[in-house]
């Protein structure tokens, strides 16, 4: 318990909660899970996309037993930041006292639409699954600082 009061809490928050939020927070605890105590959820919520699950597993994270949620349905935290993945999650996302980012990214299921294969509709999320790697790679370095976290 001590050692989860030492990690910086942060919020990945997208319009549905079952993708690129889904993606980020998988990332954050296979790459930094000693630094972070991460969590996502979405403005609305719908559902865990079986894609994004498959694309992750493919680079080793193992999302399958997380679940789409709004922001209600998390436990009170206080987070230190909160990540706005999306256009739509940041221009409408809740009040928090944390440091609010935005970090938008496309969405899979759009880039997707119009793949003629499964093949492309599964690139279309693995372009996606390595830009947010790519971001979550950068973390905490790139986050503003929070008095008493490095």
């Not at 889904?22 to 079986?50: C, D, T, V």
Request: glycine residues 8%.
């Amino acid at each position: 318990m001590s050692a989860q009061k030492n990690k910086i809490s942060i919020l990945f928050l997208c319009t549905g909660n079952s993708c690129r939020s889904q993606m980020a927070e998988g990332w954050a605890r296979h790459l930094h899970s000693e630094i972070f105590e991460p969590y996502s959820a979405g403005i609305e919520k719908h559902g865990l996309n079986p894609y994004a699950v498959r694309v992750m597993a493919e680079s080793g994270v193992d999302i399958s037993g997380q679940q789409s949620k709004l922001v209600g349905d998390l436990p009170v935290v206080s987070f230190h930041y909160v990540v706005t993945l999306c256009g739509h999650a940041h221009e409408t996302c809740p009040y928090f006292p944390g440091k609010i980012i935005h970090q938008g990214f496309p969405d899979p299921p759009q880039l997707a639409k119009n793949a003629v294969s499964e093949e492309e509709t599964l690139q279309a999320y693995r372009t996606v699954r390595d830009q947010i790697r790519q971001f979550i790679e950068s973390l905490p370095k790139s986050l503003p600082l929070q008095e008493g976290h490095r």
